[in-house]
């Protein structure tokens, strides 16, 4: 559905995104995440029209942004990060003017079209309401509903819960991921939780080149584990051989301070597989009693982190 190959996009000397390439699948919901200044922006507006790319391409169900510039325009719904509404008008006045501003047929096809977005957006209970006494969320609801007004195959979405409480973002999140049935969609967020709730794969940007591309599950399950152990004394000539398990990446500790006395010592082991068994047994054979022993997966912001440092 998303086919991008080696896009690039300068502002004088700087390159704001530097030969990205990824592709999405129909059906899928893609996180596209990195920290401010990245080329997250500049990448939607690069596959939305709105900015030229220096080089590259982009080609949506097989159509190519430069070839066929308005084809590409009907096929995708865009939601901007700064979501642009005309707030003095009604949300149904909204809607009717961008149906006929975009040439999409009778108004009573814009009627029969409204019978499905407004239900869908839950926007049903604003109706004669202008958009500029509508709360944040309700305004993303607009958006979203103009994003969708048209039946695009494909949404690009740039931050569309930035602002919004947690009530109204978890309402636009399960919106979105409702969504899933029928679009292909292509998300951009801070929110690590937010990915982890709705995407289905992760794409992490940083200083305008792409340094993930993985499914959600693959890009967790590929991560080592990190396992906490504290003993209850010292492990005096004993690091060595605990750094030599089979899977250990790296030692670190002894910890001190803390929830632990001043006795004990406290080390994180990242290894590629969980190895508390063969710790246990290391303690047993070294008669060291142990005060906590457990394995965690790297979380997400873990791995952003690390990735986009």
């Not at 009717?96 to 814009?110: E, H, I, K, M, N």
């Not at 209850?232 to 670190?252: I, M, T, W, Y």
């Not at 010592?265 to 070294?286: G, H, M, N, P, S």
Request: proline share 5%; with cysteine; hydrophobic share 40%.
């Amino acid at each position: 559905m998303i086919e991008v190959q080696n896009l690039r996009k300068c502002y004088g000397p700087v390159w704001a995104v530097d030969g990205v390439s990824f592709s999405i699948e129909k059906g899928e919901i893609a996180g596209f995440l990195g920290p401010n200044g990245a080329g997250k922006t500049t990448t939607f507006r690069m596959m939305a029209g709105f900015l030229p790319a220096n080089s590259g391409s982009i080609k949506l169900m097989g159509c190519d942004s430069v070839k066929n510039p308005m084809d590409i325009r009907r096929l995708i719904g865009y939601l901007p990060e700064n979501n642009p509404l005309y707030e003095q008008l009604e949300v149904s006045e909204y809607f009717s003017f961008l149906w006929q501003a975009r040439g999409l047929g009778s108004t009573a096809d814009c009627r029969r079209r409204l019978k499905e977005v407004l239900p869908a957006c839950g926007l049903g209970g604003v109706i004669g309401q202008e958009i500029g006494e509508l709360s944040k969320g309700y305004r993303q609801r607009v958006g979203l509903g103009a994003a969708i007004l048209h039946d695009p195959a494909i949404l690009l979405l740039d931050e569309p819960t930035s602002g919004l409480d947690p009530i109204q973002a978890k309402e636009v999140r399960q919106l979105i991921t409702s969504l899933k049935k029928e679009k292909t969609i292509l998300l951009s967020t801070h929110i690590l939780t937010e990915v982890q709730a709705i995407c289905d794969r992760v794409l992490i940007i940083h200083h305008g080149r792409l340094v993930a591309d993985k499914p959600l599950a693959e890009l967790s399950a590929s991560e080592e584990y990190v396992i906490s152990v504290s003993f209850e004394r010292a492990l005096a000539n004993g690091e060595s051989a605990l750094a030599k398990l089979d899977g250990v990446v790296s030692l670190e500790g002894p910890g001190g301070g803390g929830p632990y006395p001043e006795s004990e010592t406290l080390y994180r082991v990242r290894a590629t597989k969980d190895i508390r068994r063969q710790i246990f047994e290391f303690a047993a054979a070294k008669k060291l009693p142990l005060v906590e022993l457990k394995a965690e997966k790297k979380s997400l912001e873990e791995i952003f982190h690390e990735l986009a440092q």
